[in-house]
């Protein structure tokens, strides 16, 4: 599975940007896929998991009611729609997969087995 993230940059706080994940290799209905983000100096989090059926979306408690996800399988690609931005939101969005036939979502980084290159996103105050 390849994946590339895209759509990050620089948003005044309370604004709104849409990340893009497109997925090559591998149909994205076929594996869970991820969004993780890591904040400077921090280690990287899973903010939002969505499972192969595309329902029960996972939500961490930080992003619930800012973040929403969607995916397009004409495209193969999924994307990350984020309201109401804070600074603390600044980082490293990256999307990813896990391929291991899992029916639920795996909630931590190191449960994910491919990744994309990542796209910034820098929120100011």
């Known amino acids: 599975v390849q994946l590339q993230a895209s759509g990050g940059g620089l948003v005044q706080a309370g604004g709104s940007l849409r990340l893009s994940c497109e997925a090559s290799?591998?149909?994205?209905?076929?594996?869970?896929m991820g969004w993780s983000r890591q904040a400077p100096g921090k280690e990287r989090d899973l903010v939002v998991g969505?499972?192969?059926?595309?329902?029960?979306?996972y939500y961490a408690e930080s992003v619930k009611g800012r973040f929403t996800t969607s995916r397009d399988n004409a495209k193969n690609a999924a994307y990350l729609q984020i309201y109401s931005l804070k600074p603390e939101d600044t980082g490293v969005y990256y999307c990813?997969?896990?391929?291991?036939?899992?029916?639920?979502?795996?909630?931590?980084?190191?449960?994910?087995?491919?990744w994309g290159q990542g796209t910034k996103v820098t929120v100011s105050s």
């Open positions: 990813a997969a896990d391929v291991h036939g899992r029916r639920t979502v795996a909630r931590t980084p190191g449960e994910y087995q491919y």
């Open positions: 969505i499972p192969r059926s595309g329902e029960s979306i």
């Open positions: 290799g591998r149909t994205l209905s076929t594996f869970v």
